[in-house]
């Protein structure tokens, strides 16, 4: 949605890692060029830890662009808490391998016949491992173990590894790992966007897509937004997403620091809903929203909640008309047969109830605009959806 309204030629923000919005901090450039000497070695490991979201998937993704598949053949692997046995076969089905059964030994020919043929064929080959603290201690050492297949005195495996800060940790001090930690022949972790990095990263990212300057960037708010996210790329690009489609709901020409806190203040209240079961979630007011945010929330359901605030706000605007048109007759009743003292009164609670009802309306104006802004999430983030 918003990407039409602003006149963008794609969604800048999205969280899916896409190439061609690499954007090179300081860490990740340091990064591809341990990449770049590690691949030049042809053999044992290569290690890129950072924390959730610091761009890890994305670093891999412009990797893959800069590669020659004519000359590297690459198997990827996303890892769950898979134990060796596990881990053969996921590595061979990643190569395209088919094992029958779920014989270990028959994995590990299978493999061991593909990395030959290739390497004969005058192509290397590279395992990128993603997630590596889910792996169990054995999996990591039978990881260590398929490096050892050779052609000769040719190594036939080249892995990366790519994980979050604790298997950092444990690579570092677990003494189990010792003799794949001889195997690493280079390593880095990727640091978050400082405070500049981040401005340079929102402005590269929207540049991308035909931003020029609609709409604007408010005062303070590049420097707010990195101390709202710690420069965490995934951080930034999820913020960034609410609160330009924020600011096409409401039409607006500049993104400023109060719809920042806004934003921020409704991705907060839906991380705490998300705490709670779904059972509950349907009793709370303000929970079917993040329903929608889950992916789970029937279109019959978002249909009742739209209709529901509709009609709660239909009968709050007449409620106002009806105390409006009561204090107009009230006073000018008060004229013939109310006190002045009298007439101050009633006007008083005149004004504070319709003062309370306009706060009401203020308040499901919000809700609704939060369901909004749920609902057009859930339809973006899964083309499938685009019908709807």
């Given at each position: 949605?918003?990407?039409?309204?602003?006149?963008?030629?794609?969604?800048?923000?999205?969280?899916?890692?896409?190439?061609?919005?690499?954007?090179?901090?300081?860490?990740?450039?340091?990064?591809?060029?341990?990449?770049?000497?590690?691949?030049?070695?042809?053999?044992?490991?290569?290690?890129?830890?950072?924390?959730?979201?610091?761009?890890?998937?994305?670093?891999?993704?412009?990797?893959?662009?800069?590669?020659?598949?004519?000359?590297?053949?690459?198997?990827?692997?996303?890892?769950?808490?898979?134990?060796?046995?596990?881990?053969?076969?996921?590595?061979?089905q990643a190569f395209g391998?088919?094992?029958?059964?779920?014989?270990?030994?028959?994995?590990?020919?299978?493999?061991?016949?593909?990395?030959?043929?290739?390497?004969?064929?005058?192509?290397?080959?590279?395992?990128?491992?993603?997630?590596?603290?889910?792996?169990?201690?054995?999996?990591?050492?039978?990881?260590?173990?398929?490096?050892?297949?050779?052609?000769?005195?040719?190594?036939?495996?080249?892995?990366?590894?790519?994980?979050?800060?604790?298997?950092?940790?444990?690579?570092?001090?677990?003494?189990?790992?010792?003799?794949?930690?001889?195997?690493?022949?280079?390593?880095?972790?990727?640091?978050?966007?400082?405070?500049?990095?981040?401005?340079?990263?929102?402005?590269?990212?929207?540049?991308?897509?035909?931003?020029?300057?609609?709409?604007?960037?408010?005062?303070?708010?590049?420097?707010?937004?990195?101390?709202?996210?710690?420069?965490?790329?995934?951080?930034?690009?999820?913020?960034?997403?609410?609160?330009?489609?924020?600011?096409?709901?409401?039409?607006?020409?500049?993104?400023?620091?109060?719809?920042?806190?806004?934003?921020?203040?409704?991705?907060?209240?839906?991380?705490?809903?998300?705490?709670?079961?779904?059972?509950?979630?349907?009793?709370?007011?303000?929970?079917?929203?993040?329903?929608?945010?889950?992916?789970?929330?029937?279109?019959?359901?978002?249909?009742?909640?739209?209709?529901?605030?509709?009609?709660?706000?239909?009968?709050?605007?007449?409620a106002i008309s009806e105390?409006?048109?009561?204090?107009?007759?009230?006073?000018?009743?008060?004229?013939?047969?109310?006190?002045?003292?009298?007439?101050?009164?009633?006007?008083?609670?005149?004004?504070?109830?319709?003062?309370?009802?306009?706060?009401?309306?203020?308040?499901?104006?919000?809700?609704?605009?939060?369901?909004?802004?749920?609902?057009?999430?859930?339809?973006?983030?899964?083309?499938?959806?685009?019908?709807?």
């Amino acid at each position: 949605m918003y990407d039409q309204y602003y006149g963008f030629s794609s969604r800048p923000f999205q969280l899916t890692p896409d190439p061609q919005f690499y954007f090179e901090s300081v860490s990740h450039k340091k990064a591809m060029s341990y990449l770049g000497y590690g691949l030049s070695q042809g053999e044992g490991f290569i290690v890129i830890t950072g924390e959730v979201g610091a761009g890890k998937s994305t670093l891999v993704a412009h990797l893959m662009e800069r590669i020659d598949p004519a000359a590297l053949t690459v198997a990827q692997v996303v890892t769950s808490a898979l134990d060796d046995d596990e881990l053969v076969h996921v590595v061979a089905q990643a190569f395209g391998l088919a094992v029958e059964g779920h014989d270990k030994a028959g994995a590990l020919g299978a493999i061991e016949r593909f990395l030959q043929d290739e390497a004969r064929a005058g192509r290397r080959c590279l395992l990128v491992v993603d997630e590596c603290q889910n792996l169990d201690l054995t999996a990591l050492e039978e990881l260590r173990m398929l490096s050892n297949f050779q052609l000769g005195s040719h190594p036939l495996l080249q892995s990366l590894l790519l994980g979050q800060p604790e298997f950092r940790r444990t690579l570092a001090h677990h003494p189990g790992l010792e003799q794949l930690r001889q195997r690493i022949i280079a390593s880095h972790h990727l640091e978050a966007l400082d405070e500049n990095e981040v401005e340079d990263y929102v402005r590269h990212r929207l540049g991308h897509v035909g931003w020029s300057g609609h709409p604007a960037l408010g005062e303070g708010l590049l420097e707010a937004l990195y101390r709202q996210t710690d420069g965490i790329p995934r951080r930034v690009n999820q913020v960034m997403n609410r609160l330009l489609l924020l600011g096409a709901i409401e039409e607006r020409g500049e993104l400023t620091q109060t719809m920042l806190g806004e934003v921020v203040t409704e991705m907060s209240a839906d991380q705490t809903r998300g705490t709670h079961r779904r059972g509950d979630l349907r009793e709370a007011p303000a929970a079917s929203p993040n329903a929608l945010a889950e992916g789970s929330l029937p279109a019959a359901e978002v249909a009742a909640l739209l209709a529901g605030r509709d009609a709660r706000t239909a009968g709050l605007e007449a409620a106002i008309s009806e105390l409006q048109a009561a204090g107009i007759g009230q006073r000018a009743e008060g004229d013939e047969a109310l006190s002045p003292e009298d007439a101050r009164l009633a006007e008083a609670r005149f004004a504070a109830e319709l003062e309370r009802i306009e706060a009401r309306l203020e308040q499901q104006e919000q809700s609704f605009r939060h369901v909004l802004a749920m609902l057009i999430e859930w339809l973006e983030e899964d083309p499938s959806r685009e019908a709807a």
